[in-house]
């Protein structure tokens, strides 16, 4: 059966929507968007902020854009005198009580208030009396700070906490001017989205102590990739500066917020994924690095040196035996082209059995969207016929002489002794890994490569969708991408890979 | 004093116990519209009788009743409105404290219309003892059988809880008066749905004025034309006037609907108080425009007040002398709407409090020449633009005050 | 501290929430039935009617922080509320109110050191014909004059 729609006609033009479209989502189907504050996508709308207020023709009053749906030959318009008028008198009615402290609030830039004010404001300040005093450093938990004298009563924090995490952490207290957003008594927001009220407050009234007075938002450099996480893929924009007013061309990243993704997050992501910020700064692979006193000492602290020895190992551990003497340790934190690759190099043109996978340790699922898998692209792997599981280090030995590990996580899964007697017993073992690791001091040769959000490819999420990324940051020099490196590695030994 | 109007509540002692409204034919109305009427009759009959609502928008009560969708499994649910927030109206409870078993036969009428088993009544907690006394009669009635199961055996049921506010005036307002009994803060909902559809309970819901209800055993009682008569040709029905403030004789008045302002403070409020004369009257509670001297030969009555530029609202007058200065009254006026403003909406939460503010820095003599018309367009920008209708009642009595008596408060700012 | 009513109270209590058609909606007549016992909702009383109810105990807080006749503190043996609106005022009602804070020495809001009274300034009472009215607990009075208050004052136990 084909859906029911209404025609309608918006600011003079006309169009066809689903029947129960609200008139500001038909709006912004025309590409108008009509101001809002307390109206977010996620939720009912709620009509508290009076911010969308349109002319309906044939109605006396102005109508809320946000929950008003469209009818069959409704004509709407979005800015005549009266609708600006009722704009510019919301914003004035919030503004009369706003600390003036744009130049230190870290919503500058992204909101909403300023948006707004330039757009529909722009009038003198007519405010004579006393502004109300109120708490301007609450600690709402975790890294979340709430500051009543910048809240606007949208009430977006409250219902997050009541709709989506259902933890109603956060309730609105008093009433009439003096209401105020608060925490339940002797709770604070301790769950694992918490991060998502700072992105949903249209204005600065909840910030982060994480990227409190840290830079500013339009210094902001926004790359959308894929959160590697776990197995849920969620959609993110990792926020970094680059140069100014970093000295040179430095890079630092300041922020991990969600993207939107109808198909996989919708709008949040958990906090394990927007703090990982510091994961992509510190702890990081930088240079080649190889075992002090062993017998890769002498190898030339280059990639092109390493390359060449690389090479000659995986040519050596062939020579010595069908099946080569070469072990594999993946990692489901590659990439779906990396994994290909790998499959490629090592599987079909060496004959390599030995193919195993070192992932991070499951844990706790959320109930949300945090999954118990730790790696983002489990299910990648799998359909490329790899069984990702952890070697079995005993068998290795004796079986290999040379061990390439991708990954820091092998420790994760295997006691750190047992590595070591194991790696003792092969003559060389390799790791590539982006992040710093116990497992540096075991591996004969270290080659730094790069996180997800340096590279381009794609992960395929527990539930079986494959989504492309691009790279959100630029990558750390002196640092590689598996894929160029397998990819190398294949020209070197002269085998096939697309 | 003879009231020839008073229907509604008899002038001469009566009690408010059981066996005193028997003896006045109580009940029988309802007795004989439970075993002898169709649901759907006495809605017709309501609808003929012109009985608008008490509460101060003045809806038909009838077709209020027939907005109820039709059976849905869903139970339905009447809620009477005895919040009386409104400043200048003492209405609700005289009826509730005279002749509680007059607004309980209207409840079971009404409910018996509608399918309702269960009702409330909405009590401001302030009337404590008004409340006890609702419940006295509650327990009178189910006792003789006028409430609970199988009613006069006509197979009906019914449940009458009185439900106590605990002191907010928005909860007057129906929607907030749903979330308040449903044990929320009186925080007015986003309409649609509207209670009709969607309302306590998620189910179908009627709010009517206690006046309204209370008129109900009238109409049946007396019959639905004769209930019209005593009216206006649109608007059935008698009136109680409460008449507060500068006049000789305070108190409640019933009469018809549409007797003159003018006549209803002279006649029956006995004239401004000793030595004044008056200056301004709001009509019909504190949220109704000031009307001012020349203006009172007004018929009391929603149509005549709206083209006056005021509103019947509560019909609770309140006349000011001419010694009070008019910077005074706006400043209850606002001081109030800012002190009730329920903080959910932006108008009324920052608009209410910066009025209030510009006022009383006004009273305190420190008023700037602006002021005026600040006030005014702040009022603008919460009319008809707030979530629920406090938005309006608040920014009405201002902006009158600030048309009609302009020049005193530029003299108040100027001195 | 834990949380005691006495059985009478619980009893009640459970009378309430038996008529309502959905237990969250004996929210306020429970708690008047614990302020009018306990003279206050302690935070030990959220906790438990939260319980009782079985509502999250923020939401109880927040009906408790929103209607003004709901105390979370301790009020005086008797509260007086003072209608000062529109009717009351053009009555008198600040000369009430006056008259009231120089007797008992406390301010609009406040309670006596003795625990005996507290005052409050509130607005419209509903009670216009007899303005200035005030309440004393659940009794109304009005018209009241400064020296009407005098009296009362003296007659309260």
Redesign the interface.
């Given at each position: 059966m084909a859906m029911a729609e209404v025609n309608l006609e918006i600011d003079g033009q006309a169009l066809r929507v689903p029947a129960g479209t609200t008139v500001l989502k038909a709006a912004e189907r025309l590409g108008i968007v009509i101001p809002r504050?307390c109206f977010h996508p996620a939720f009912e709308?709620?009509?508290?902020?009076?911010?969308c207020?349109v002319e309906i023709e044939g109605l006396?009053?102005?109508d809320?854009a946000c929950?008003t749906v469209a009818r069959e030959g409704m004509k709407v318009r979005t800015a005549t005198p009266r609708v600006l008028q009722?704009r510019r008198?919301?914003l004035?009615?919030?503004l009369?009580?706003h600390p003036l402290d744009c130049p230190i609030c870290d919503k500058a830039g992204e909101c909403f208030l300023q948006e707004y004010y330039g757009a529909h404001g722009r009038y003198p300040s007519?405010?004579?009396?006393?502004k109300e005093k109120r708490a301007k450093k609450v600690p709402l938990g975790k890294a979340l700070l709430l500051d009543r004298e910048r809240c606007?009563?949208c009430s977006r924090c409250v219902r997050f906490l009541r709709k989506v995490t259902k933890t109603?952490?956060?309730?609105?207290?008093?009433?009439?001017?003096?209401?105020e957003v608060g925490l339940?008594?002797g709770v604070e927001v301790g769950n694992n989205y918490s991060g998502n009220l700072v992105d949903i407050c249209p204005v600065g009234a909840i910030t982060d102590k994480d990227f409190r007075f840290k830079t500013r938002a339009w210094f902001l450099r926004n790359g959308r990739t894929v959160c590697p996480r776990c197995g849920r893929g969620c959609a993110i924009v990792v926020q970094s500066v680059c140069g100014y007013p970093l000295p040179g061309d430095l890079r630092k990243v300041y922020r991990i917020v969600p993207a939107e993704n109808p198909a996989v997050n919708g709008y949040w992501i958990c906090d394990r994924g927007r703090y990982a910020v510091r994961d992509i700064e510190e702890g990081r692979e930088e240079r080649i690095m190889v075992k002090a006193g062993g017998e890769a000492a002498a190898m030339p602290l280059t990639w092109d040196g390493a390359m060449k020895a690389l090479a000659a190992d995986i040519r050596g551990a062939a020579a010595a035996g069908r099946p080569p003497r070469l072990g594999v340790v993946l990692t489901s934190l590659l990439t779906n082209e990396e994994l290909e690759t790998a499959r490629q190099v090592f599987v079909e043109s060496l004959g390599v059995t030995a193919v195993h996978f070192a992932d991070p340790a499951p844990g706790e699922a959320d109930g949300l969207l945090l999954t118990s898998d730790r790696a983002p692209n489990r299910r990648g792997a799998e359909a490329l016929g790899f069984a990702p599981r952890p070697p079995d280090l005993a068998a290795l030995t004796g079986a290999v002489d040379v061990l390439l590990v991708f990954g820091p996580h092998l420790l994760e899964r295997v006691p750190l002794e047992e590595a070591a007697r194991a790696f003792a017993g092969i003559r060389r073992t390799w790791l590539f890994s982006a992040r710093r690791s116990p497992l540096d001091g075991l591996a004969d040769v270290v080659l730094p490569t790069v996180l997800s959000e340096e590279k381009a490819g794609s992960f395929t999420n527990v539930d079986g969708l494959r989504q492309r990324f691009e790279p959100a940051l630029r990558r750390p020099q002196g640092c590689r991408p598996e894929g160029r490196i397998l990819a190398d590695l294949a020209a070197a030994l002269g085998v096939k890979a697309d | 004093m003879t009231v020839p109007a008073a229907t509604l509540l008899p002038l001469d002692a009566i009690s408010f116990r059981l066996p005193s409204y028997i003896s006045r034919g109580g009940y029988d109305a309802a007795r004989r519209t439970l075993l002898s009427k169709k649901p759907g009759e006495v809605m017709e009959e309501v609808k003929r009788a012109n009985l608008r609502g008490r509460g101060g928008a003045g809806f038909p009560a009838g077709s209020k009743w027939a907005f109820v969708p039709p059976e849905d499994g869903r139970p339905r649910y009447l809620c009477v409105n005895a919040d009386e927030g409104e400043p200048g109206t003492f209405k609700d409870r005289a009826v509730m404290t005279r002749d509680p078993h007059l607004l309980l036969e209207g409840i079971l009428i009404a409910s018996y219309a509608v399918g309702v088993h269960t009702a409330f009544i909405y009590i401001r907690a302030e009337y404590e003892a008004v409340a006890r006394r609702l419940e006295t009669a509650v327990e009178e009635a189910r006792a003789a059988g006028f409430l609970g199961l199988n009613v006069f055996g006509s197979g009906f049921d019914l449940d009458v809880l009185v439900h106590r506010g605990a002191g907010?005036y928005i909860c007057g307002e129906e929607t907030a008066l749903l979330e308040s009994i449903e044990g929320k803060?009186g925080w007015p909902r986003?309409r649609p749905p509207f209670p009709a559809a969607v309302g306590l309970f998620r189910a179908p819901t009627v709010i009517n004025n206690v006046e309204t209800i209370a008129n109900v055993p009238l109409v049946f009682r007396d019959g639905a034309e004769a209930f019209a008569s005593r009216g206006l040709p649109r608007d059935g029905g008698t009136r109680l006037f409460g008449v507060s403030g500068a006049v000789r004789k305070p108190g409640l008045y019933e009469l018809p609907v549409g007797t003159p302002l003018r006549r209803i403070i002279d006649e029956w409020a006995g004239g401004p108080a000793e030595g004044q004369t008056i200056k301004a009257v709001c009509p019909g509670g504190l949220s109704a425009p000031f009307l001012t001297p020349d203006e009172l030969d007004v018929a009391m009555d929603y149509e005549s007040l709206a083209r006056a530029g005021s509103m019947l609202g509560s019909a609770g007058i309140i006349d000011i002398g001419d010694r009070t200065p008019m910077i005074e009254v706006l400043r209850i006026v606002t001081r109030f709407y800012?002190?009730?403003?329920?903080?959910?909406?932006?108008?009324c939460?920052?608009?209410?409090?910066?009025i209030s503010?510009?006022v009383d820095?006004m009273a305190a003599g420190g008023g700037?020449g602006?002021d005026p018309a600040?006030i005014r367009?702040l009022a603008?920008?919460m009319k008809?633009?707030?979530?629920c209708p406090m938005g309006d009642a608040a920014a009405f009595p201002v902006l009158s005050i600030l048309a009609k008596f302009e020049k005193e408060l530029l003299e108040t700012v100027s001195k | 501290m834990s949380f005691v009513l006495s059985s009478e109270a619980k009893a009640r209590i459970d009378g309430l929430v038996r008529r309502y058609p959905e237990k969250p909606a004996a929210l306020l007549p429970v708690l008047h039935v614990i302020q009018r016992e306990q003279g206050r909702i302690s935070?030990e009383a959220?906790e438990w009617v939260a319980a009782a109810l079985g509502v999250?105990?923020?939401?109880v807080?927040?009906v408790l922080?929103?209607y003004s006749l709901l105390r979370r503190e301790p009020a005086g043996r008797y509260v007086i509320q003072v209608c000062r609106n529109i009717s009351c005022s053009l009555a008198g009602a600040d000369d009430v109110l006056a008259r009231l804070e120089a007797r008992l020495g406390v301010k609009a809001g406040g309670t006596t050191p003795d625990g005996k009274f507290t005052l409050l300034a509130v607005e419209c009472l509903g009670n216009c014909d007899h303005a200035p009215c005030l309440m004393v607990n659940d009794d109304d009075h009005g018209p009241v004059t400064p020296g009407l208050v005098d009296r009362l004052l003296e007659e309260l136990p």
């Open positions: 504050f709308p709620e009509g508290s902020c009076r911010m207020l006396p009053k102005l809320l929950s009722a008198d919301v004035e009615f919030l009369a009580d007519a405010f004579l009396e006393v606007v009563l109603g952490e956060l309730g609105i207290f008093e009433r009439g001017v003096r209401s339940d008594d | 907010s803060k986003l800012a002190h009730e403003s329920c903080g959910q909406c932006t108008p939460r920052i608009g209410t409090t910066w503010k510009v820095r700037v602006g600040l367009r603008e920008g008809g633009r707030t979530l | 935070p959220v999250p105990a923020l939401r807080r927040e922080s929103f």
